[in-house]
């Protein structure tokens, strides 16, 4: 039997449960703690400052992680809850088009809006709060803050924990979005204070003197989210059970020795035993995102069997039987998606290459269009018992 790992399923755990689901990733990021809650924003275009009115809506997502986690348990399934880590602001269906003829609306969190000296900088002093809407640096018009700061490390933390202690959570998820601007190789923010004077005191020179991808201040910063790991371990460590830590997000697999070029040293983590189980994300379809799959030279976000088998033997390689690896699927049918029966087969092919590789689990993050239908749940039982 393969384990198999669903994000934000549309059965209940115990239906979930009768296909083989063992875990239940939950996306609970926004809105279930007050301490985190996020606030809705606008920017028009060329105004100086963003605009702030109201709460984000979240409905009720507190008591549904809390019935969530209990119907799971009683299922036998887990719940493992994710954040997206240290994002600190997102511009909604922006798609960085220029010149615009809308003001898309935004969410960012209340610890960004009240501390905006955290949020993480470009070379040229400017973060997300100070671009113009489609003109940042990165490949998505998402801000992010920085994790030099131990303030923004205990404000990630915090809700992780909070997910485990206050909800019963098995696990937690993160879940990071690194994609670049088209052409780029290594992460352009970083340029914050505490890593400036850091580099600075250890090498006599300022880093806006040296090349961004200058590797020692490349590795600097990475280290950040290094050291967030280890703090996280840390406290789940001291809760009195296991608590299973996983990393999710895509673009940074297929060369382990480049990953810290992206902030996230993932085999680094696997070395120092901070993470338990690893989620490498595949699209199985293009979404017609205005770049490329990142670090790809495809021209398109589709990942085709081959190349997914030989990212996750490669993955394989690295971590051995240190932590766990689950090929995850990503694959939507909404706003005009492909026919869902061509991504279930697109599913079961990617899954098999998964398996082939080493593969220890088998994840998949769809829509709703998706999961109403039979022929998707089929597919997932089919890959639980193994007959792809």
Same mark, same amino acid.
């Given at each position: 039997?393969?384990?198999?790992?669903?994000?934000?399923?549309?059965?209940?755990?115990?239906?979930?449960?009768?296909?083989?689901?063992?875990?239940?990733?939950?996306?609970?990021?926004?809105?279930?703690?007050?301490?985190?809650?996020?606030?809705?924003?606008?920017?028009?275009?060329?105004?100086?400052?963003?605009?702030?009115?109201?709460?984000?809506?979240?409905?009720?997502?507190?008591?549904?992680?809390?019935?969530?986690?209990?119907?799971?348990?009683?299922?036998?399934?887990? /719940?493992? !809850?994710?954040?997206?880590?240290?994002?600190?602001? +997102? =511009? @909604?269906?922006? &798609?960085?088009?220029?010149?615009?003829?809308?003001?898309?609306?935004?969410?960012?969190?209340?610890?960004?809006?009240?501390?905006?000296?955290?949020?993480?900088?470009?070379?040229?002093?400017?973060?997300?709060?100070?671009?113009?809407?489609?003109?940042?640096?990165?490949?998505?018009?998402?801000?992010?803050?920085?994790?030099?700061?131990?303030?923004?490390?205990?404000?990630?933390?915090?809700?992780?924990?909070?997910?485990?202690?206050?909800?019963?959570?098995?696990?937690?998820?993160?879940?990071?979005?690194?994609?670049?601007?088209?052409?780029?190789?290594?992460?352009?923010?970083?340029?914050?204070?505490?890593?400036?004077?850091?580099?600075?005191?250890?090498?006599? /020179?300022? !880093?806006?003197?040296?090349?961004?991808?200058?590797? +020692? =201040? @490349?590795?600097? &910063?990475?280290?950040?989210?290094?050291?967030?790991?280890?703090?996280?371990?840390?406290?789940?460590?001291?809760?009195?059970?296991?608590?299973?830590?996983?990393?999710?997000?895509?673009?940074?697999?297929?060369?382990?020795?480049?990953?810290?070029?992206?902030?996230?040293?993932?085999?680094?983590?696997?070395?120092?035993?901070?993470?338990?189980?690893?989620?490498?994300?595949?699209?199985?379809?293009?979404?017609?995102?205005?770049?490329?799959?990142?670090?790809?030279?495809?021209?398109?976000?589709?990942?085709?069997?081959?190349?997914?088998?030989?990212?996750?033997?490669?993955?394989?390689?690295?971590?051995?039987?240190?932590?766990?690896?689950?090929?995850?699927?990503?694959?939507?049918?909404?706003?005009?998606?492909?026919?869902?029966?061509?991504?279930?087969?697109?599913?079961?092919?990617?899954?098999?290459?998964?398996?082939?590789?080493?593969?220890?689990?088998?994840?998949?993050?769809?829509?709703?269009?998706?999961?109403?239908?039979?022929?998707?749940?089929?597919?997932?039982?089919?890959?639980?018992?193994?007959?792809?």
């Amino acid at each position: 039997m393969i384990d198999i790992a669903i994000v934000n399923p549309s059965l209940s755990p115990a239906k979930c449960a009768e296909v083989g689901v063992r875990k239940i990733i939950s996306t609970f990021y926004e809105g279930v703690l007050k301490s985190h809650e996020w606030l809705r924003c606008r920017k028009p275009a060329g105004a100086a400052d963003i605009e702030y009115y109201g709460q984000y809506p979240c409905g009720e997502s507190r008591e549904l992680l809390r019935d969530l986690s209990q119907e799971a348990h009683q299922a036998g399934v887990e /719940v493992h !809850p994710y954040t997206l880590v240290a994002v600190a602001g +997102v =511009w @909604t269906g922006s &798609r960085r088009a220029i010149p615009r003829n809308i003001v898309p609306d935004g969410r960012i969190p209340r610890f960004a809006v009240e501390n905006p000296e955290y949020m993480s900088k470009a070379r040229d002093g400017r973060s997300w709060l100070d671009w113009e809407v489609g003109e940042q640096v990165l490949g998505y018009d998402v801000g992010y803050m920085s994790l030099a700061y131990p303030e923004v490390r205990d404000y990630v933390r915090a809700a992780l924990v909070a997910y485990v202690q206050e909800f019963g959570a098995d696990g937690v998820q993160l879940e990071f979005v690194q994609v670049l601007a088209e052409g780029e190789e290594v992460w352009p923010l970083g340029y914050d204070a505490p890593a400036i004077a850091e580099y600075t005191e250890a090498h006599g /020179v300022n !880093p806006h003197q040296i090349e961004d991808e200058d590797e +020692v =201040w @490349t590795r600097l &910063r990475a280290s950040y989210y290094t050291q967030l790991m280890r703090e996280l371990r840390d406290d789940l460590s001291r809760l009195g059970r296991k608590v299973e830590i996983s990393v999710a997000t895509e673009g940074i697999w297929a060369d382990p020795d480049s990953a810290y070029k992206l902030m996230l040293d993932w085999p680094a983590w696997v070395e120092e035993g901070l993470v338990d189980a690893l989620h490498p994300r595949f699209w199985i379809m293009d979404p017609h995102y205005p770049l490329s799959y990142p670090n790809s030279d495809t021209g398109s976000w589709y990942v085709n069997p081959a190349r997914i088998g030989k990212e996750i033997s490669t993955v394989k390689e690295v971590v051995g039987e240190r932590c766990d690896i689950y090929g995850t699927v990503l694959g939507k049918n909404g706003s005009g998606g492909m026919p869902v029966g061509d991504l279930v087969e697109r599913t079961l092919a990617a899954a098999k290459a998964m398996i082939e590789s080493g593969a220890d689990g088998f994840s998949t993050y769809v829509d709703e269009h998706v999961m109403a239908e039979c022929s998707f749940w089929r597919a997932i039982n089919q890959i639980h018992t193994e007959r792809v």
